[in-house]
């Protein structure tokens, strides 16, 4: 499958401005050199480390929950390849990106940079515990699963603003929209779907997953 295939299967599901974000940030820059060909398969595809760029649908589905507004600031937890906070950049102001294995923070650098990617902070840190030093955010989106909700995080969340995170076991999450309202915290279940697992403080034991 190709970029072309993909948008015109997701054009009546997912809005013009993360179609656009999609369509101007080239995928195969984020995937390593040997996998270039397959960067638009619909499929997760391994990177460093044993970890994994998610396939495409989901990247796309999860910006297109995040409901970004052009003035937000927003932390994803997870830096990857960088690709994810790749599509964000296109869609708001500023991105605080998280990542706690050092070759994947000098990877998504390098990606970020080759592509001119000028509004993605890469910071090598434990995620789980959010980043206080930039807080707050507008929006908070993990891209590593976590075993629970991560509500320690809401006080690094702007009113009205929006956190999505897989939330299970190793095997298995259901991925959870958070939205912070003045009086109340609101959960909506979005689906099940298959994360790495998050490492850190308020993550998965390393040992018991590696």
């Known amino acids: 499958m190709n970029k072309e295939s993909l948008m015109s299967h997701w054009r009546d599901r997912i809005g013009n401005r993360v179609l656009d974000a999609f369509n101007s940030v080239p995928r195969e820059e984020f995937v390593l050199p040997e996998?270039?060909?397959?960067?638009?398969?619909?499929?997760?595809?391994?990177?460093?480390?044993?970890?994994?760029?998610?396939?495409p649908s989901t990247v796309v589905f999860m910006t297109e929950?995040?409901?970004?507004?052009l003035h937000h600031k927003v932390l994803e937890i997870g830096s990857g390849s960088g690709y994810q906070a790749a599509l964000i950049a296109k869609l708001a102001k500023e991105v605080v990106t998280t990542e706690v294995i050092p070759e994947l923070v000098r990877f998504a650098r390098e990606n970020l940079s080759r592509v001119g990617i000028t509004n993605v902070k890469v910071v090598e840190a434990d995620g789980s515990q959010g980043y206080e030093d930039?807080?707050?955010?507008?929006?908070?989106?993990?891209?590593?699963?976590?075993?629970?909700?991560?509500?320690?995080?809401?006080?690094?969340?702007?009113?009205?603003?929006?956190?999505?995170?897989?939330?299970?076991?190793?095997?298995?999450?259901?991925?959870i929209k958070v939205i912070k309202h003045k009086n109340h915290i609101e959960q909506q279940n979005l689906g099940e779907f298959v994360f790495s697992p998050l490492i850190g403080k308020h993550g998965f034991d390393e040992e018991k997953v590696s």
């Not at 809401?154 to 995170?165: A, P, R």
Request: without cysteine; aromatic residues 4%; negative net charge.
């Open 35 to 55: 996998l270039r060909q397959r960067a638009y398969e619909d499929a997760p595809l391994p990177i460093l480390r044993e970890k994994t760029i998610s396939q």
């Open 65 to 69: 929950v995040l409901e970004l507004q």
């Open 134 to 175: 930039e807080a707050s955010y507008d929006r908070i989106i993990f891209t590593a699963a976590s075993p629970r909700v991560p509500m320690h995080l809401l006080d690094q969340l702007k009113e009205g603003g929006i956190m999505v995170v897989p939330v299970g076991d190793i095997s298995t999450q259901n991925m």
